[in-house]
């Protein structure tokens, strides 16, 4: 017994049903493939922000310590000058504290400065008072 040949159109029917089985399967890959680039990229932002979020704690960190380290010099430089104004020469100062004279002079227009602009302002503060009385 022979077998017929499949028919043109069978075998056109079963070409077109294998290339669109292909075809879905390449498609459903690159669904996948798109769902695991938008998880990548979403995982990069958070990375990003958690980056972001971590350098402006640190610069929030850097510019508090920078701040009470500012206080402190302006605390020693009162030390400074209250140890010359016991009546200590500059340069045993200068040499007990082991500062060169630029630095024992930089800390001491420091606390001058400092001295000023409180001054001032307690002055004002004074003559607003004397003021108030007056009137």
């Known amino acids: ?26 498609t459903a890959r690159h669904e996948k493939l798109i769902d695991l680039a938008a998880e990548f990229f979403e995982q990069q932002e958070q990375a990003d922000q958690v980056r972001a979020d971590a350098q ?25 000058a209250a140890m010359v104004a016991a009546g200590e020469p500059k340069s045993a100062v200068a040499s007990r504290l082991g500062v060169s004279g630029a630095e024992l ?8 400065a400092e001295q000023s602009e409180a001054t001032p302002a307690a002055a004002h503060g004074e003559e607003a008072h004397a003021t108030a009385q007056a009137a």
Do not use: C, F, N
Not at 4 to 18: D, G, I, N, T
Not at 105 to 112: M, S
């Open 1 to 26: 017994m022979i077998m017929a040949a499949p028919r043109k159109s069978a075998q056109q029917l079963a070409a077109r049903e294998k290339a669109r089985a292909k075809a879905q399967e390449l």
């Open 105 to 112: 002079k930089k800390l001491l227009d420091l606390d001058a």
């Open 56 to 80: 402006a704690k640190a610069d929030a960190i850097i510019a508090k310590a920078d701040e009470d380290a500012a206080a402190a010099t302006r605390s020693a430089a009162g030390t400074v």
